[in-house]
Every structure is written in C-alpha cells, then in structure tokens.
C-alpha cells in the first residue's frame, strides 16, 4: 500500500475514533451528571484477587477467538492460530485497519502457509466473527424477553440478525459449486463499483471462485463448529462485563445478570470500531443499564465498563506483544490437506 494510501487509512481511523469517543461523551451527558467520586468508590472495592479473576477469562476467550483460525487454515494448529489471533488483536489496538489482517497473513506466510489456503483462512474467521457479533443483539433480546418486551432490543436484534443472515447467506451460496461462487463475486464487484471504479468486477468473479476452492472441503464442519466456539466466547465477553458491574458493588437485586449481560450484547456490534469501539460501545451501555437500574448507580456502572475496558484492552496489549514475539520462534506449520 502506498504511503498516501496508509495515511488516509489512519486519518480515517483516527476520525472515527474521536467521533466514538465524542459520541461516548454526549451519550453519558444526556443520561446523566457522573459523580466521579462515586466512580471511585466503585474503583476502590476492586480487590487484587477479582482482577486475577477477570484476567483468567479474558485468557480463556482470546483462546476460544482463534478457533476459526485453527480449523480454516490447514495444518495450522491451535497453538498457532491463538498467536496469529492475538497479535491481530493487538494491531486492532494500536494501528488501523488493515493491519490486522496484514500481521496474520505474515505471521502464516513466515510458517509457511500458501498463500491462497492463508487467505481463505482469514477471510473465513472474519465471516465467523462477523456472524457472531451481528447474532449478539438477537440473544440479548431473547435475554430481555424472558422478563419484558423492550422495543429498542426488538429493533437491535433485527438490524443484527438480518446483517448476520445476509453473512451466511452468501457464504452458503459461493459454497454451492464455483459457478455460483463466481456469479456471486461478480455480482458483488460490480455493486462495488458503483461506488469505487477502481474495482475490477471480472477479478472479484476470480477471487471467489478461488476462495470457495479453499475453504469447500472445511466449511460444512468448520462453520458449525467456529460459531459454537465463538458463542461460548460471546459468553466469556459478557461474564467478564457482568463480573466488573459485580464486583464494583452492583448487586443483581439492582441490576440482574439478564439485563446487565443483554445491555451487552445489543451494543456489541460496535466492536467493530476502532479499538473495539472504545467510548461509544461503553456509554451506550452504561446508558442501556441506567435506565433500568436507575441514575444513582450512573458511578458504579461507568466504574465497571472503565475496569472491563482496562482489563479486555490490557490483556489485548500484554498478550498480543508476547505472541508478536513468540511468532518469530515458532517453526514453520505441517502441511495439511
């Protein structure tokens, strides 16, 4: 990529984070006045031991993340994939997109990975993440349900599910056979197009015939069994969320766990922005559960999403450095059919 090229992607980048973080600001405001210094009385019940607690999930669900990655990319292996996974996490914190997906595909390439099987590979743990994080909205409604019919959750799980429907909708149909893999590329190069010419609609027909070769063989066990595991990932997120409100003080009498956890998951779309949506997904949150819980709890709650930010950002920053590192000394992957 050329250097104007990176720059605008980080201009871009940089504008959508000050426009979350200002959006964070603005939500907070409108809910209420922050007491700050309840926000440290929440702060000064975390115990040492809660924090080791809360550390130990994020390990488990940074492990369960790279599940796709294992079973897409051949004779990868798990030990490999959760390293590549962590070290794109840690890109998401500190560069822009996509620098991400650039250090998965050089760590593969330096373990010796084709090319074309590296590629497909990422592309479909991408579709498995994206999958689950548009399903999120979904289970907090059904969440929400069980106790009330809430139509601002109704209108989140149906943007979010219709998004992830559309997902597995076009992977089943360039699974179909390559004919229809490369009607689909085209289609879709062409609907590119229209809004960036320099889109070639015949090489997008190319790309997806080659990727549906890829990943054809893995994908009716590797799909079912990605998404399990990135659920149950899904569940870690929310328990480390549901732990911080906990632990700074909130009691389920207050706020239950089916409230706290599908405040959670209706915003977890926003992952998607830049440092996992840093201000604008931890306001609309809090903004989610105050109104339920009510504005005197406004402290304790900005306390619990500023200590689920510092642990799941800090775990990204601490394990993705050691997996940069330990990447150069691993050997190269077997190869695999």
Known sequence: MSRSGRASRSIRTL?????????????????????????????????????????GVVVVRQVLSAVPTALFVPG??????????????????????????????TMLARWRV???????????????????RWSAPVIGFVL??????????????????????VILVVVYLVARGRTTAGRVG??????????????DPEEWEAAA?????QISGRLSTGLPRSLAALLVMLACDA???????????VGADALPASEAVAAYLLVYPMTLLPIFGLGVLDASAVAIMVAYAGPELEGSLVAALFVWRTVTIGAALVLGGVAVL????????????
């Not at 973080?21 to 115990?47: P, S």
């Not at 929400?144 to 139509?151: E, G």
């Open 15 to 55: 504008v959508l984070l000050t426009a979350s973080l200002l959006l964070g600001w603005f939500i907070i405001v409108r809910v209420g006045t922050v007491d700050w210094e309840d926000v440290g009385d929440a702060l000064a019940k975390l115990a040492a031991w809660q924090l080791v607690v809360l550390f």
């Open 76 to 105: 990868l292996g798990m030990t490999r994939a959760v390293v590549s996974d962590q070290a794109a996490m840690l890109m998401r914190v500190v560069a822009p997109p996509p620098a991400d997906t650039a250090i998965r595909l």
């Open 114 to 132: 084709e090319p074309p099987a590296a590629v497909a590979g990422v592309v479909m743990t991408k579709v498995a993440h994206n999958t689950v």
């Open 144 to 165: 929400v349900l069980t106790d009330r019919f809430d139509s601002s959750f109704g209108a989140g799980a149906l943007a979010g599910g219709s998004v992830a429907a």
């Open 186 to 199: 085209l289609v879709a190069g062409r609907s590119v197009r229209t809004v960036r010419r320099s889109v």
């Open 209 to 213: 015939t080659a990727f549906r070769e």
């Open 239 to 249: 328990a480390i969320l549901l732990l911080s409100v906990r632990f700074v003080g």
């Open 326 to 337: 330990a990447g150069r000394l691993m050997p190269p992957a077997r190869r695999d059919g």
